[in-house]
């Protein structure tokens, strides 16, 4: 006995919500992500340049005003400690003498160290542009947006990023949000016209906004194309 064959069709999808689904997929295709720009987040800079401009800078961070006290200036009695001769020790005149604990320092700092390091802004700025190619290039720099609050909040802002040290850079998109990252330990934020090399090496991520991205490459642009 033969048995009936029976065809199976697929549901139809409304031509509404077909139409929904090609409008979604159009405003998804239309929205662009932002990308780094090759001519900062792309350059390949001396190493020897980069260790430069940082020493330059980790000297220019300090005020170098550290001071020790010399054995003239603790507050010891210059009295001799025992006889010249016949004690079997060494000879020792004041307790005042480096080599008696609580006496002065010698060849310490003295607080009028010269701060002669510098470097042009040519310099500085490939550095780094250079720096910013390294973290880019290990997929540790990513765009964000700031996130817009009623009212400063610390424990909002702490839930939004990891424990590792994290720089923000923004270009005064909100003000809330500027507060409330300055007191979580593990963050840094800076304007984009502040960025400087020194900042750069010292955190592990970067975090930047579409404006702050703008505004940081036109910064460096102008002065690396001179």
Known sequence: MATKKTKTTAPKTPSSRKNRVIASKAKQSSIQTPTLDPKVFNLDVSPALIN???????????????KVKTRGEVNRTTKKVYKQKGTGNARHGARSAPIYVGGGVSHGPDGIQARNLKVNKKMAAKALAGLLTNRARSNSVAFFEITTFKTPSTKSVKGLFDSANTLIIHSNESSD???SASNVGNLTIINASAVNPLVIAQNEIIKITSKAHTDLVTRLSAILKK
């Open 177 to 179: 949000f500027v507060k």
């Open 52 to 66: 430069q401009v940082l020493h330059v800078y980790k000297d220019r961070s300090h005020q170098d005003t550290h």
